[in-house]
């Protein structure tokens, strides 16, 4: 018998939550049906995140509609944790330090960094730590909605671990949670796709289990660009959660919920035994209007 679905939401508290973070989490939350979805804070970069801002996404995720188990992790408190799990890491694939700066990584089409840190035993102090993915094996994952996708981790950049300023990255911090969590199902947004690979690279590296992926399609603009910053930081407001999650629901190709129904978390309710992630299916994009 498979394990009990358990699913999670982990928005960043860097800013109030738009469309597109809306879209994320009512995917996630109704794809948990009769199981579980989680709640985390990903406020590991704490020079972004401010506690006014994660009050302010925990109130509009209410006011939608949008209920979770009690106990909430904040990444932000778990550095050793993390820090733990690098020294794990270090057993069985490279760790290197690296030095480049964001200016000489622009390049597109390296795997590593420009200058080849691998070799360079940059300073400790000033550096990230990678993880280097010659040592990694190749990775298939087997997307719910947009099928199979092989990832050649001699094509990707070395993932970054920790940053020079010692935060640990989210995707390593993700890959740590899920697990501890026991996450079974991650549904996501398709622009989190590349990090899949990476993603699941540190789970076989580090012996975890490897949960099941659903990356649901993500907004755009109307001539196929990422959704604009005024898009994107228009915050969500309760008076408007009804139009708003049918609105998310028609992107989704769902049922439309019946008229009569006036209250953000009875439509919830009613959409939850009817989801079928199988109308979107192969989906990444939904062009938005203009
Ligand atoms: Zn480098």
Redesign the pocket.
């Known amino acids: 018998m498979s394990a009990p679905y358990v699913g999670r939401f982990a928005p960043t508290p860097s800013g109030s939550l738009h469309l597109g973070s809306l879209l994320a989490a009512v995917g996630s939350w109704l794809d948990a049906g009769d199981g579980v979805c989680l709640l985390r804070i990903d406020d590991l970069d704490t020079t972004r995140c401010r506690p006014d801002y994660e009050r302010a996404v925990l109130r509009t995720l209410d006011t939608f509609g949008l209920r979770y188990p009690e106990t909430v992790i904040r990444q932000s408190a778990r550095t050793a944790t993390y820090a733990a799990a690098v020294t794990r890491l270090g057993a069985s694939v490279g760790l290197?330090?690296?030095?480049?700066t964001r200016r000489?990584?622009s390049g597109e089409g390296e795997s590593?960094?420009?200058?080849?840190?691998?070799d360079?035993r940059?300073d400790p102090t000033t550096?990230?730590l990678?993880a280097d993915l010659r040592t990694l094996s190749p990775v298939t994952v087997i997307d719910r909605s947009l099928g199979e996708r092989h990832f050649d981790p001699l094509t990707q950049r070395?993932v970054i671990v920790r940053r020079r300023d010692g935060v640990h990255t989210y995707a390593l911090a993700t890959v740590i949670d899920d697990a501890e969590q026991g996450v079974t199902d991650v549904v996501r947004g398709a622009d989190l796709l590349p990090s899949t690979a990476w993603q699941v690279a540190l789970q076989q590296a580090l012996g975890l289990p490897i949960p099941r992926y659903l990356h649901l399609p993500v907004l755009v603009e109307p001539d196929g660009s990422k959704l604009a910053k005024s898009r994107r930081s228009a915050a969500l407001e309760s008076a408007q959660s009804l139009p708003q999650l049918r609105q998310v629901l028609r992107w989704l190709a769902q049922d439309e919920p019946p008229a009569a129904i006036d209250t953000a978390s009875e439509l919830l309710s009613w959409m939850k035994p009817r989801w079928d992630p199988a109308r979107f299916a192969g989906s990444s994009v939904i062009t938005l209007e203009a």
């Open positions: 290197f330090h690296c030095d480049c000489e990584l590593c960094c420009l200058k080849d840190c691998r360079r940059c550096s990230s990678r070395d």
